[in-house]
Nanobody, 119 residues
Framework: QVQLVESGGGLVQPGGSLRLSCAAS?????????MGWYRQAPGKQRELVAF???????NYADSVKGRFTISRDNAKNTVYLQMNSLKPEDTAVYYC????????????WGQGTQVTVSS
């Protein structure tokens, strides 16, 4: 049973920072799996925010480049998203994702954590 649990969301003022965590369980070969963060704002489709391969390569949405950093701790089966210089447009539900591949039978999603950026 693969399970992803996000934490760290909340209310923050513009310009503030927040660190999201995603704890993965049930992925025996976690270190071999790519991991990603997505977000979905009301009325908008879910979009990729940050992505990290098993080798450490990363991709970021243009809107968050230079402000967000994805990282992972394979020893803890956890992926993080450090969010700095937050803007109101960053407000969304953030989801952790484990893409399907050799390590897992299908894509898995966490339940999401709400991030609200407002004065």
């Amino acid at each position: 049973q693969v399970q992803l649990v996000e934490s760290g969301g909340g209310l923050v003022q513009p310009g503030g920072s927040l660190r999201l965590s995603c704890a993965a369980s049930g992925i025996v070969f976690f270190s071999m799996n790519a991991m990603g963060w997505y977000r979905q704002a009301p009325g908008k489709q879910r979009e990729l925010v940050a992505f990290m391969t098993s080798s450490g390569s990363t991709n970021y949405a243009d809107s968050v480049k230079g402000r967000f950093t994805i990282s992972r701790d394979n020893a803890k089966n956890t992926v993080y998203l450090q969010m700095n210089s937050l803007k109101p447009e960053d407000t969304a539900v953030y989801y952790c994702n484990a893409p399907g591949g050799p390590a897992v039978p299908r894509p898995y999603w966490g339940q999401g954590t709400q991030v609200t950026v407002s004065s």
